[in-house]
């Protein structure tokens, strides 16, 4: 399998403008991560009809507008991000048709939307590449996942990796069948590991401590837990192992969240679920 991984930006910038449409939950962390590693906000507009929304996105000191119609006329940007929901897609992507004749790429976070369904509503040869980011790139800690149709060319490919490595770790697969599985753990897995805390943080509640402390506790323990994981040669089976003495706390809570048909196959249902919804999604 071609997957190919990186966290390094190349020495690839857009050679025009970026364009940010739909700056909500997940384009808002895009954009933050964006400005936050270095990209200019100069160089950035966002399209956003949320009056609250586009106001929280000018904050950044991007360059805001309610409607494509304000753009659509102007200097077609180098790359265009396309984050809104899939059900808006057909409609939205039928507006910058114009940007697409003129050699946009356009990169596409929508959930299940194939990226021969992207190239047919902006026309066919033009260049897509879908992505499926997650939040933690609002601090330069997301896992971006793309899947490049055949009009992308190398340098689109290597600017689009620049742009996205200034918000995480950055991922390129070739079978476009994969993304659904990469929803199901990268793109969606922020939230059940926001889960996770909060059942840690109520558990800690349960058992005598006060809330504040509790939560801090659940949150620093993950954090601290994921960064060692990351920076360690040791696989997290290991880790784990590290911590588990005979007979001791640890083996006590994992006696309960290791037996059978706990927590391994809750998550693998749980992300076999989000996989199968974004195979539905595809398919409306
Ligand atoms: N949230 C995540 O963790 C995450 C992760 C990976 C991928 N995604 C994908 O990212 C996309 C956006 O999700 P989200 O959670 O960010 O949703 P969201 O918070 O609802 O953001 C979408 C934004 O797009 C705006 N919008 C609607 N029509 C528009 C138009 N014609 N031009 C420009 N903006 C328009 C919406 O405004 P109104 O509310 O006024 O309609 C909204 O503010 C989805 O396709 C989702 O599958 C999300």
Request: glycine letters at 10%; hydrophobic letters at 45%; one cysteine or more.
């Amino acid at each position: 399998m071609s997957t190919d991984i990186s966290s390094q930006s190349q020495n690839t910038q857009p050679d025009g403008r970026v364009l940010l449409v739909g700056c909500g939950n997940m384009g808002f962390a895009m954009l933050k991560g964006w400005i936050e590693q270095g990209t200019p906000a100069n160089r950035i507009d966002v399209v956003e009809p949320n009056d609250d929304l586009r106001q929280r996105a000018a904050g950044t000191g991007a360059s805001v507008h309610a409607d494509v119609a304000d753009i659509i006329d102007g200097e077609a940007p180098a790359m265009a991000i396309i984050a809104v929901k899939p059900q808006m897609m057909a409609r939205v992507l039928a507006a910058y048709k114009p940007f697409a004749a003129a050699g946009t790429t356009f990169v596409s976070v929508a959930a299940g939307t194939l990226l021969g369904t992207i190239e047919g509503a902006l026309g066919q040869g033009s260049a897509v590449i879908r992505c499926m980011p997650n939040t933690p790139a609002a601090v330069g800690k997301g896992m971006m996942v793309c899947c490049a149709n055949e009009a992308v060319t190398d340098k689109a490919r290597a600017v689009c990796e620049t742009l996205l490595s200034s918000s995480g770790s950055v991922a390129f697969v070739e079978e476009e069948r994969l993304m659904d599985a990469v929803t199901g753990v990268s793109g969606s897995g922020p939230a059940y590991v926001f889960h996770f805390i909060e059942a840690m943080a109520e558990a800690g509640v349960k058992s005598g401590l006060p809330e504040e402390l509790s939560k801090e506790l659940a949150i620093q323990t993950v954090y601290g837990a994921a960064a060692y994981a990351r920076s360690s040669d040791e696989d997290p089976g290991q880790l784990r192992s590290n911590v588990t003495s005979p007979n001791g706390t640890t083996a006590a809570a994992l006696d309960v969240l290791m037996g059978t048909g706990r927590l391994r196959e809750l998550v693998a249902e749980a992300v076999e679920a989000a996989a199968e919804r974004s195979r539905e999604l595809s398919r409306d």
